[in-house]
């Protein structure tokens, strides 16, 4: 049983850590972007060491206190609040940002939990490599709560997830250990990998507190492409025809719907849209190649090609590096534009590649015997990845519907489990799908889960009632 | 505490197994490549289905048995025998070899445990896609054994480990659960990474029985050279330059010393040198292109530019997919040259990219203080990973040096360590490393390990002894 921060815990605390970690907990720290939990209050620390972050995970686990580690706030299901249980420590990581060594050689960054996202691929930028882990909320996400939920973004096809560009990692164990594991290796096979294991893990395991990190070349020139499709079907076999003719220079493959670009329409009025028209499909192609190819010629062969095949129906390629920056922001914008509109439930699912179509073509017409509603699919279509949201029509409000959200869920993650997929593909379980993983995971490796849950932190303090129900 | 195999237990077995299950226990199945360790006898078991597995890993924790899993039986630490303790099961995958599925326009092969690595790559050439894992052992290697130990090869550059072109396993857990994980896809964060954890635990936490593979396009052209460079240094300013001209393209990039040469001459006169006279140092080069490019220009242009930095002093391009194969078999042929000389001591080390160059430098001195010896180092020197081998002089054998073993590996290991590397890049621990893991492993790392194996596998039963040492 967890017990809540008392005065003399913080008190003893005091006496432990420099003046520097303590802060005023602001409500920013209580509040999640989707607006769907309210944290409570407790403690805010803000280590500016792994030996201080091991200082305190050790007072917690003695005192049986929860930790809620905090990065940028940006995650998307709950895990950076605690809402219910006894008040905890809110470990915030914002003082630990240095970027404490580049080797561009090596193509390796090291950088602490707190660094924020866009401040990593910024110092890459300037040693001359890419960090190309890319995202809609990478002003504000820190690299800590990128690993810790394993992120994923735009570039996944080219690069992979975020644990795909990590090479080792720093963390406080739940025993308040510090596991020194910052090897710039890019192979070391001594023993299970717990790398791995933290990542993803969403703060259940341990507290990262620094991360080496890979970076790429930067490539020399840059593209994009916006191209009507007829469907999600044609979007794949383009897919397949631009690989085959292009290779790993696809960065990015993004599949948007005409109920996006309405989105934007009507809440964002200041991002410019690219067609006077939407299709009602379209994909954003991303390409990175080397020196001696143009992206806009490689772009138009693509499009000429497909063309002929009838995959596409229209097409704009980018003229500039504005021009691919603004297809670019209408991409990106879309977050915004749904929470604006305001979902009634959103979907973060994935599925073998070969089974889009099948969803998408499933999804739809099993949601209407539900109700009838405005459907947002949109994603990283190359990996698999769809983000399939559900909003009220116009004149209603999510309100509306609130006694139909588990219906929705349900209709959707059936079907997603039905296909293969997963009910998570790149947001993690956080609090908000607790209830999905008991229903759809797998018994054997739930089982082993907390198995691995209870023998690293048997007393449940980190990040209690995140992925797995904390005990009653 | 573990208990043998009996005629009890045995019977108990056949009284729940099909027939096809037993079979002869040859001294095959007791050795491994290097003669290090002689396996005891025990009860071997071939199951042919995952279900078959899970019957005799519940009978074994019933019992307390230990269970050796047995891919290819090619690994090079001895995680294949059991010297020690009770006898064991010896539980074979070869009877489950099956190729389960192929998805072309997914790039994802489905193949059970105890398919051959050669067998994957052949399926997936059918399918026109590559299975980009290869290794010298390839023809026996099974790719259960592949995915438990992580293993690396030429061309983990381009593609990665074998942790990373797996997408999903399934296995069985230590206490007889089947864990259902073979979903083709890309992102899928719900819970736990247990496929990361499974590989690399090289059969310490469960059996993999099955594995989603990740396929990747046949490069349309393929080429390879070897280029003379002065020394390491020289070899990975030839990387930087070929990665910044070729991207991606560059396949492979492997270091060798005159020494591999000189062994090759000597013990396997039907392998044909591709130099009338080795240079101290060379690398071989190999490229995968797109359609539109030419591999052996693209290897003179390269050539040209490294002459003109003074990187490279000699170059031979293969002109043919023939030549370009006698150049691999020159470097596939090392692993078993070097065995027929007999090394005192082999070392499968990494180090950062840029340690490289001191590792070597300082490595020959350090040795030399201990004794005269011949040393072939050679490897993935793209990956930072070196084969650092040490062997008597002429007329000596490494019987002569028996006591010189321990002194050889401390200090090949501790210059590793002291620059940041790893005492096992690609082969594993094994048993060959368990004191090696106690030594320079990370103590936070080693407690999580343990307590990790103590939840997933109380009785201890599965490969006891190999990465974690089994308790008294």
Redesign the interface.
């Known amino acids: 049983m967890l017990t809540p921060v008392t005065e003399a815990f913080a008190a003893d605390l005091r006496a432990r850590l420099p003046e520097a970690c303590f802060r005023e907990l602001t409500p920013a720290y209580l509040e999640e972007p989707r607006g769907r939990y309210r944290g409570q209050g407790g403690l805010l620390l803000a280590p500016g060491a792994a030996e201080e972050v091991a200082e305190i995970v050790r007072a917690c686990a003695a005192a049986r206190v929860g930790i809620v580690p905090y990065g940028g706030g940006t995650g998307l299901v709950g895990g950076q609040v605690m809402a219910e249980g006894p008040a905890p420590v809110i470990l915030t990581l914002e003082r630990m940002r240095a970027i404490r060594a580049v080797?561009p050689?090596?193509n390796?960054l090291i950088a602490e939990a707190g660094a924020i996202l866009a401040e990593v691929q910024a110092a890459a930028g300037a040693a001359g490599r890419l960090f190309p882990l890319s995202l809609a909320s990478e002003g504000s996400a820190r690299i800590g709560g990128v690993l810790a939920?394993?992120a994923?973004g735009v570039n996944?096809l080219r690069y992979?997830?975020a644990?795909?560009l990590c090479l080792g990692i720093e963390a406080v164990?739940p025993?308040g250990?510090?596991?020194?594991?910052l090897?710039?290796?890019?192979?070391?096979?001594?023993?299970?990998?717990?790398r791995?294991?933290l990542?993803?893990?969403e703060g259940t395991?341990g507290v990262i507190t620094a991360a080496a990190l890979r970076l790429a070349?930067i490539p020399a020139r840059t593209g994009a492409a916006l191209m009507a499709v007829e469907g999600p079907q044609a979007a794949?076999e383009l897919l397949?025809l631009a690989?085959?003719?292009?290779?790993?220079g696809v960065s990015a493959f993004e599949l948007m719907h005409r109920q996006g670009f309405d989105f934007l329409a009507e809440t964002m009025p200041e991002v410019r849209l690219p067609w006077a028209r939407a299709p009602e499909w379209c994909v954003l192609i991303d390409l990175g190649l080397?020196a001696g190819q143009d992206p806009a010629l490689t772009l138009e062969g693509l499009f000429a090609e497909a063309a002929e095949a009838g995959l596409v129906s229209d097409g704009l390629i980018a003229q500039s590096e504005g021009q691919r920056a603004a297809f670019w922001s209408v991409r990106e914008s879309l977050p915004l534009a749904n929470r604006r509109i305001g979902a009634i439930s959103s979907h973060d699912i994935?599925?073998?590649?070969?089974a889009i179509p099948e969803f998408i073509a499933r999804a739809g017409p099993a949601l209407a015997r539900i109700g009838q509603f405005r459907i947002n699919c949109f994603g990283?279509v190359g990996?698999?990845?769809l983000h399939y949201n559900v909003f009220p029509l116009p004149g209603e409000t999510r309100a509306d519907h609130e006694g139909r959200r588990v219906a929705i869920k349900a209709c959707v993650h059936d079907l997603v489990d039905a296909l293969?997929?997963?009910?998570?593909?790149?947001?993690?379980?956080g609090r908000l799908?607790v209830d999905?993983?008991e229903r759809?995971?797998?018994?054997?490796?739930?089982?082993?889960?907390r198995?691995?849950k209870?023998?690293?932190d048997p007393a449940g303090i980190m990040n209690p009632g995140v992925?797995?129900r904390a005990p009653a």
Chains 1, 2 share one sequence.
């Open positions: 080797h050689a090596e390796v939920t394993n994923g996944v992979g997830n644990r795909d164990l025993d250990s510090v596991l020194h594991g090897k710039r290796l890019r192979k070391d096979n001594t023993g299970y990998d717990l791995h294991l990542i993803g893990a395991l070349p794949l397949a690989q085959g003719r292009i290779g790993e080397g994935s599925v073998p590649l070969s990283h990996d698999g990845n293969g997929g997963s009910v998570s593909a790149e947001h993690g379980v799908k999905d993983l759809y995971g797998d018994p054997a490796k739930l089982a082993a889960m198995a691995i209870a023998a690293l992925i797995l």
